[in-house]
C-alpha cells in the first residue's frame, strides 16, 4: 500500500462500536460534523461505495473518492472511483501532505496497520448495527482528548473526540 505523508483515519463510533444502522450514522451530532468538515476540509477523502450511499453527494472543498468493485457505478458529479484501497491512495496522490479514510468498517481495518492518526468519536451509547468496528489495539499511540462534549440542547448525546497518533508529533 502506497502511502500519502499521513495516512489518517476518522470516524464517530458508540460505545460497543457500532458506525451504523441499516445504512446510516445513528446519531446527529452537529459539533462532531463540524470537527469532521474542519479536519478534512481541502484533503483528498476515501470511502466505500456503502459509506458513499449514506449521503450520495460530493463532500464540497475536497477530493472524494469512492471505492468499489462495480465498474461505473453511478457516482455524482466531482467524484472519482477506485475499485481498490490501493488504487484510491495511488488516485489521492503520494505527495498530498494528509489523506482521510472517512469509512467503511473494512475500509478501516484495512488502513489501520498504515494510519499515522486516528481521530475517533466514541459517543455515549451502545447502538445495535450492521457497520461494527473490530476494537482496534492503540497500544503503543499517543491519545489526546481533543473535546469531551456533554449533552446540550442540539446533541441528545454525549461524546469525546480523540486524536490517536503513531508519533507524538503527530
Known amino acids: 500500500m502506497k502511502q500519502p505523508n499521513t495516512l489518517s483515519l476518522i470516524y464517530a463510533r458508540s460505545k460497543n462500536h457500532c458506525i451504523g444502522a441499516d445504512g446510516k450514522i445513528p446519531w446527529h451530532l452537529p459539533d462532531d460534523f463540524a470537527h469532521f468538515k474542519h479536519t478534512t476540509m481541502g484533503k483528498p477523502i476515501i470511502m466505500g461505495r456503502k459509506t458513499y450511499d449514506d449521503h450520495k453527494t460530493a463532500l464540497p472543498g ?42 467503511g468498517v473494512s475500509f478501516f481495518s484495512a488502513a489501520l496497520s498504515h494510519a499515522d492518526v486516528v481521530y475517533e468519536t466514541v459517543v455515549d451509547v451502545d447502538v445495535e448495527g450492521d457497520a461494527v468496528l473490530p476494537v482496534f489495539d492503540f497500544t503503543g499511540w499517543h491519545s489526546h482528548l481533543l473535546h469531551d462534549h456533554p449533552i446540550d440542547e442540539r446533541h441528545k448525546l454525549a461524546f469525546k473526540i480523540y486524536k490517536r497518533s503513531r508519533n507524538p508529533v503527530s
Open 62 to 103: 475536497r477530493l472524494n473518492i469512492v471505492v468499489s468493485s462495480q465498474k461505473n457505478y453511478p457516482l455524482a458529479d466531482g467524484i472519482v472511483q477506485a475499485h481498490s484501497l490501493d488504487e484510491a491512495l495511488a488516485i489521492a496522490g503520494a505527495n498530498n501532505p494528509s489523506v482521510f479514510i472517512i469509512g
